[in-house]
C-alpha cells in the first residue's frame, strides 16, 4: 500500500514539473522571446490543461474516502 502511495506522489511530482515547464515556455511565447507559432501556443496550454486535470485526479485519490 505505501508503495502504491510513493508511486503516486512520484507520478505526481513528475507531472508539476512538466507542468512548471509548459508554463515557462508559455510565458516566454508571450513574451516575444520565444518563436511564435499559434498552433504551438495552443498544443501547449492543451497539454497544460490536460496537466492540471490529471495532477488533480491523481491528488484525489491521495486522499481518504470519508463517509459523512
Not at 19 to 32: P, T
Amino acid at each position: 500500500m505505501d508503495l502504491d502511495v510513493e508511486a503516486l506522489k512520484a507520478k505526481i511530482a513528475t507531472l508539476k514539473s512538466e507542468h512548471r515547464d509548459l508554463d515557462e515556455a508559455i510565458a516566454r511565447i508571450e513574451d516575444g522571446r520565444g518563436i511564435f507559432d499559434l498552433l504551438q501556443m495552443r498544443r501547449l496550454k492543451k497539454r497544460k490543461l490536460a496537466l492540471k486535470d490529471l495532477i488533480a485526479k491523481l491528488e484525489s485519490q491521495l486522499l481518504p474516502d470519508i463517509i459523512a
